[in-house]
């Protein structure tokens, strides 16, 4: 079942080991068949060395193992829920890769400083809110996708594919889930990047509005001119 995105996922995930952005399990992707509204996602607690297709797990919308022998990652019903609201994703993904958790951790969003963010994400990454104890204690993977949710209101998902999870790590999304892991490894950068504009000078203001859009329309929208086109 579902047997290529099966094998995209386990790339996707390999790729997370490949950019040094996972330690030992920290970390997973998963990627959803829309006309079987079906995802494919690591399993729980198994290194990447040891990943196989026939390890991915398939489950529904519901959260309901449908192929599989093994448990899927402990963050499935946060990706469900990011597949539920965003109808235009095809890809999740998670990792605690330090940058970015960094960020994560200081409850502060990453600002838009310069046009290597600008390529990728318009405007400042956001970082949700702290979440309640109550929210902690029950269903605590779903209320972190409905903090992911909350704090994404008004906001195109694929023009700002990554979130900072407050006291957490960064959630990221694409068309795929390899574009998933590509707007990981860009996300990771950007935000080495600011932490050291920011050690040089904090006052340093954010990319202009001009500027961003130059940069970010070039590659994404109607009018993009970045890159090859293909018939």
């Given amino acids: 079942m579902l047997e290529l995105l099966k094998q995209e996922v386990l790339k996707a995930n390999q790729l997370l080991k490949k950019y040094n952005l996972v330690t030992f399990t920290w970390g997973n992707i998963s990627g959803i068949n829309r006309k079987r509204n079906l995802i494919v996602i690591k399993p729980s607690g198994v290194p990447y060395a040891e990943l196989t297709a026939d390890k991915m797990v398939v489950v529904n919308l519901k959260g309901e193992k449908v192929e599989g022998d093994l448990n899927p990652s402990s963050d499935t019903a946060t990706h469900l829920e990011l597949y539920k609201k965003f109808a235009q994703i095809g890809g999740v993904g998670h990792t605690h890769s330090p940058w970015a958790t960094t ?13 290597t963010h600008a390529d990728y994400f318009y405007g400042e990454i956001p970082c949700t809110k702290i979440m309640e104890d109550k929210e902690i204690a029950n269903d605590y993977e779903e209320f972190t996708g409905q903090l992911i949710i909350d704090k994404m209101q008004g906001i195109d998902p694929l023009n700002m594919p990554a979130i900072l999870v407050n006291n957490h790590g960064p959630f990221t999304w694409g068309e795929n889930s390899i574009k998933a892991v590509e707007n990981a490894v860009v996300l990771e950068e950007v935000a080495r990047l600011a ?37």
């Fill in 103 to 115: 960020w994560a951790q200081s409850g502060n969003g990453i600002p838009a400083l310069g046009t």
């Fill in 195 to 231: 932490f050291y504009t920011k050690q040089i000078d904090n006052t340093t203001p954010p990319i202009s509005s001009k500027l961003l859009d130059k940069h970010f329309l070039r590659k994404h929208g109607e009018n993009a001119y970045y890159g090859q086109k293909t018939d």
